[in-house]
């Protein structure tokens, strides 16, 4: 009895802990996400921490403010651009100093950071970079900079770009498991790691000219803002001539190999400050905050952003872009009469077609009531395009990945995989001959195959339909540059799937002047985020899945995660060949 009673009193002690530090942990995150705005003082310098992840938007997250030496966050693509434009004609602001490591983002992201970096730069303020490790991607925002300075144990990847694609054949074949692929299109190859185990041509001739595309436009991007000379960079690429610091410094791809504190020293200089003196550092976070107080920027007039980012799937979607929420969303800034134009920003790589069909409807029903503009960011490819194809008018990153337009579905067969594998087999009573035609444990007669591959190639029928109204071709003129073939916004541009080469900015542009508001007007933006404790909770779930994958399988938990997505394609797909990662 005396045991249980120590039991029993060391649990409501642990529960009366855990409550007490519950209480406190939100109470300082209230009090971290209630603080007042920092003050931006004279003479300060933006220090942009250029590494981490890019997304379009993130959810403010009080416990980084608690913690910050948990890593780096997720960078806020559209509020970083906001505050380097803001920066530009902010007198208390000197100059900007970026430092660099590890950016994960597509090229078009990047530069549209660029872009805003070599636009500050017109005010006559400095811009400095540091890097202790370069790669393709950070150097491409790097080189924006008056003056970049390298670790001297550092080094610079500047060596071209690659695609690499995983092919999942070798271990269906070993598991026993039969993919069933149904796809409309040459260059619709998001099916091929299922079934084969190298590229195919057509897969190979499209990645192979849209990196292309986008190394020439990173190479000629750097020689603009550079002393470089165009068939110089591309020397240096290919031959990779760039291998130690000193090659950096030699070759003119950096300013000079040093310290930290050699360069922050050169900042005091500018700053024309003592050496024994703080220099005046706002981080970006803080001076967004800042001037979400300071600005006043009201009207009656608004703009809304709707931000499509991740798959698009049916339903709500959660983090994804959902069919139904998407929807809804436009729905609710047609019928805002304070809403003037929508702005529809994509960063997708498609998904389900009857999710993509959902919004496509709505953006519809808004043409002809308000102006429709969609910006296409790193991704907006196959259902991706496919929401953004009725818009008014389509702006593309000359580095955006686009086009695919085109469909697949795919079923899996674990017949063999079941019985010789787990000694599992089955046995099934029907209503009708086609009653368990999507089932997975027996392979498709020819005829059932015809079946649903007759239902891909009407998605696909209805995919260029659209398109070629969308875009005023005629189908067969659309047919052309589908296929699924993947473009580069470049690509895009010059076979008519998009209208102008432009960032965000010049979206909103078009936007304010087609609704007739260009000087009178703010931006509102769609969906609203998560609250912090959604947030968090849903956080700790992905990080305790991730841990859970990386513990039992090791290296292989990308791969194993590959395949877990699979239980997520429902029905037609329109969606990117695969999870394109360009470096």
């Known amino acids: 009895m005396a045991f249980l009673r120590i ?37 300060s310098v933006l220090y942009l921490n250029l590494s981490g992840p890019v997304t379009e938007r993130v959810a403010d997250d009080p416990l980084q403010e608690l913690f910050p030496e948990s890593g780096p966050l997720p960078i806020a ?39 805003a970096v070599l636009d500050f730069k017109r005010s006559g303020k400095f811009v400095y970079s540091y890097g202790e490790y370069l790669s393709e ?22 060596n071209g770009l690659s695609v690499g694609v995983s092919f ?76 130690l610091p000193e090659d950096a410094e030699a070759y003119g791809l950096v300013s000079k190999i040093a310290y930290e504190d050699e360069i922050k020293a050169e900042i005091r200089e500018d700053l024309g400050i003592e050496e024994d003196k703080d220099i005046r550092f706002v981080r970006s976070r803080d001076y967004i ?23 698009i799937v049916m339903g ?69 395009y496919f929401i953004a194809m009725p818009c008014d008018t389509i702006v593309a990153q000359p580095n955006t990945i686009t086009g695919s337009i085109g469909i697949f579905g795919m079923l899996f067969n674990f017949e063999e995989f079941l019985e010789d594998k787990l000694g599992i087999t089955n046995d099934v009573v ?42 005023g071709m005629s189908v067969e003129q659309l047919e052309q540059v589908a296929s699924g073939r993947v473009w580069t916004g470049e690509q895009a541009l010059g076979n008519g799937l998009v209208d102008v080469l432009g960032d965000f900015g010049t979206a909103v542009n078009i936007a304010a002047k087609a609704a007739g508001v260009e000087d009178d007007y703010r931006l509102s933006y769609y969906p609203a985020m998560e609250n912090f404790l959604d947030q968090f909770l849903n956080k700790a779930a ?29 029905g037609i797909q329109a969606r990117l060949p695969y999870d394109l990662t360009v470096q």
């Open 77 to 115: 693509l559209l509020p970083l651009i906001d505050a380097i434009k803001q920066a530009k004609d902010d007198s208390r602001i000197e100059g900007i100093y970026m430092e660099h490591g590890f950016i994960q983002a597509g090229f078009a992201s990047l530069q549209e950071i660029r872009d």
């Open 289 to 311: 905050k800042a001037l979400k107080t300071e600005v006043d920027d009201y009207s009656s007039n608004r703009i809304a952003v709707i931000v499509a980012q991740g798959n």
């Open 137 to 158: 991607a950070d150097y491409y925002l790097a080189s924006a900079a008056d003056q970049l300075y390298l670790n001297p144990e550092g080094s610079v990847e500047f």
């Open 430 to 471: 029907s209503t009708g001959e086609f009653s368990d035609i999507f089932t997975v444990s027996r392979s498709l007669t020819d005829y059932e195959k015809s079946i649903i591959q007759e239902g891909v190639e009407r998605g696909y029928e209805t995919f260029i339909t659209k398109a070629a109204e969308g875009r």
């Open 168 to 243: 999942f054949q070798g271990t269906f074949e070993k598991l026993g498991i039969e993919p069933q692929i149904f796809r409309v299109g040459e260059f619709k190859s998001a099916v091929e790691p299922f079934i084969r185990k190298d590229l195919s041509e057509a897969n190979r001739l499209q990645i192979n000219s849209f990196i292309n595309s986008i190394h020439d436009h990173n190479l000629k991007s750097i020689a603009q803002s550079s002393d470089l000379e165009l068939d110089e960079l591309k020397l240096i690429s290919d031959s990779m001539l760039v291998r």
């Open 316 to 384: 709500d979607g959660g983090e994804e872009v959902g069919g139904e929420k998407f929807a809804r969303e436009i729905r609710k800034a047609r019928e805002n009469d304070r809403v003037k134009a929508i702005v529809l920003r994509v960063n997708s790589p498609g998904g389900s077609l009857t999710g993509s069909d959902i919004i496509w409807r709505e953006i519809m029903l808004t043409k002809g009531v308000k102006p429709v503009i969609a910006s296409m960011s790193d991704l907006a490819a196959s259902g991706g």
């Open 542 to 570: 992905g990080e305790v899945d991730a841990y859970y994958l990386k513990q039992h399988f090791g290296t292989m938990a990308p791969y194993i995660e590959s395949i877990n997505k699979l239980k997520t394609l429902r």
């Open 7 to 43: 039991v029993l009193g060391t649990v409501v002690g642990l529960l009366i802990f855990f409550f007490i530090a519950t209480i406190m942990l939100l109470g300082a995150i209230g009090a971290a996400s209630t603080g007042e705005a920092p003050n931006v003082r004279d003479r």
